[in-house]
C-alpha cells in the first residue's frame, strides 16, 4: 500500500520490455540511463504506458501495461553484452490487466491538452499526481487507498 512519502510515476516503455521487466523483477527507462532512475525512491509506484507492442516496428498499442512499486534504493547496472551495460531499479510488479489510454483521457489530469494527448509521454519517465494514479490502476484492476 502507498505511504505518504509514496509518488507515482509513469515510465514510458514498449509493451515487450515492459514483460522483460516484469518477469525480472526490475524497470529501466531512458533507453537504460541512471538520470531517471535515481529521481525514484523506495516505495514509489510505477505504472508503464506502451505506445507500442515492441520498440522496433511494433503494433501501435496506446495502453498501460503493468504497475508496479520500487523497492530498492539505488539504480545498479546490469550486463546485457559486452557494450551494454543498463541502469534498473527493482520492482514488485501488482497482478493487473491492461487498459487502453482512449476511454480514460477524458479524465487525466496530467494531459492538459487533450488533442495532443501523447506529448507527455515523450518525457519517458515522469511524475503523476495521486488522482491520475489511482484512475489508471483502477481502470487496470488495482485498487489502492492511500
Do not use: C
Not at 27 to 34: D, E, L
Not at 68 to 81: K, L, N, T, V
Not at 89 to 111: C, G, H, T, V, W
Request: aromatic residues 12%; proline residues 7%; hydrophobic residues 35%.
Amino acid at each position: 500500500m502507498p505511504n505518504k512519502s509514496s509518488r507515482y510515476w509513469i515510465n514510458t516503455v514498449s509493451r515487450d520490455h515492459v514483460r522483460l521487466g516484469v518477469a525480472g523483477g526490475f524497470t529501466q527507462a531512458g533507453h537504460g540511463k541512471s538520470s531517471g532512475l535515481k529521481r525514484l525512491s523506495n516505495g514509489d509506484y510505477l505504472v508503464f504506458y506502451s505506445p507500442r507492442t515492441s520498440l522496433d516496428g511494433g503494433e501501435p498499442l496506446q495502453s498501460f501495461t503493468a504497475i508496479g512499486r520500487i523497492s530498492d534504493d539505488e539504480p545498479f547496472q546490469a550486463e546485457m553484452g559486452p557494450k551494454f551495460h543498463p541502469w534498473r531499479r527493482l520492482a514488485e510488479f501488482i497482478s493487473s490487466r491492461e487498459a487502453p489510454i482512449k476511454p480514460m483521457l477524458e479524465n487525466l489530469d496530467f494531459i492538459r491538452d487533450k488533442k495532443r494527448w501523447g506529448y507527455p509521454f515523450r518525457r519517458g519517465l515522469f511524475e503523476i499526481e495521486w488522482p491520475d494514479f489511482v484512475r489508471i490502476a483502477s481502470a487496470m484492476g488495482v485498487t489502492l487507498e492511500k
